[in-house]
């Protein structure tokens, strides 16, 4: 099935430091959306993407749909401890008949910030 | 995020146990997801309801039984489960699933609960 390339695995920044990471996938998607997981937590979407090129902000993040549909990357700026977690990129699979939607998970990125 | 909730949090049981575990979702969606997410492992899709209809079952064990009584509420009917059972399990729903016309995309987004935290004995 499809795959969802997420890196890096792990980070270990400095408060106040900017944060990159991002998501590579070998098939196109026409959906890119970027979750938030705190322990014991359910995930919280942070910022979805629908349009190949498109360039969202949610406070300070911001997250882009790559003009090729295969990648997106998402950016922390002047991170903060409550920015821990482990950040998920996710993306709908579909069959070849559009009635089989499943979304399909990177591994997660996680954000360890060190005040 | 207040839109989907889910209860227990927290649930310890034996393996001869039967519990429930509930979702209700109050963002007017009309599909539901269980998904179970072990240590170390991605999440796993369990099963999914639309218009209270189940359209997938993704191979789940039957000592899980999910039920939806209506687009608002599914639960998830646990019985004799296994101690590699214990997991977060989470519950997600959408506007829609599966294609829709227009903004698929959009109307297919998840949102999920916060989970309950499952240990069995």
């Known amino acids: 099935g499809q795959q969802l390339n997420q890196s890096p695995q792990s980070m270990f920044i400095q408060e106040g430091e900017d944060v990159s990471m991002n998501c590579t996938s070998s098939s196109i998607f026409n959906t890119w959306l970027w979750y938030k997981q705190d322990p014991g937590e359910g995930p919280v979407l942070l910022i979805a993407l629908y349009k190949a090129g498109e360039l969202t902000s949610n406070g300070r993040l911001t997250a882009q749909f790559g003009i090729t549909r295969k990648d997106s990357f998402l950016n922390i700026s002047a991170s903060i401890p409550s920015d821990v977690g482990i950040y998920f990129c996710?993306?709908?699979?579909?069959?070849?008949?559009?009635?089989?939607?499943?979304?399909?998970f990177g591994k997660g990125t996680l954000l360890t910030v060190n005040p | 995020e207040t839109g989907v909730t889910q209860t227990p949090r927290h649930l310890v049981m034996g393996m001869t146990n039967k519990k429930s575990l509930k979702c209700e979702q109050h963002?007017?969606?009309?599909?539901m997801y269980w998904y179970k997410q072990s240590a170390k492992k991605p999440l796993e899709l369990m099963f999914v309801?639309?218009?209270?209809?189940?359209?997938e079952n993704n191979s789940v064990p039957s000592r899980f039984s999910p039920e939806c009584p209506n687009s608002s509420h599914l639960f998830l009917h646990l019985h004799t489960l296994q101690p590699e059972d214990s997991a977060l399990y989470l519950c997600?729903?959408?506007?829609?699933?599966?294609?829709?016309?227009?903004?698929?995309?959009?109307?297919?987004?998840?949102?999920f609960g916060p989970g309950t935290r499952l240990t069995v004995l």
């Open positions: 997600a729903s959408s506007r829609y699933y599966g294609r829709a016309a227009g903004e698929s995309g959009r109307l297919n987004t998840q949102y």
């Open positions: 963002l007017g969606h009309n599909a």
């Open positions: 309801y639309s218009l209270e209809e189940r359209v």
């Open positions: 996710a993306g709908p699979t579909e069959n070849s008949g559009g009635s089989n939607y499943k979304l399909t």
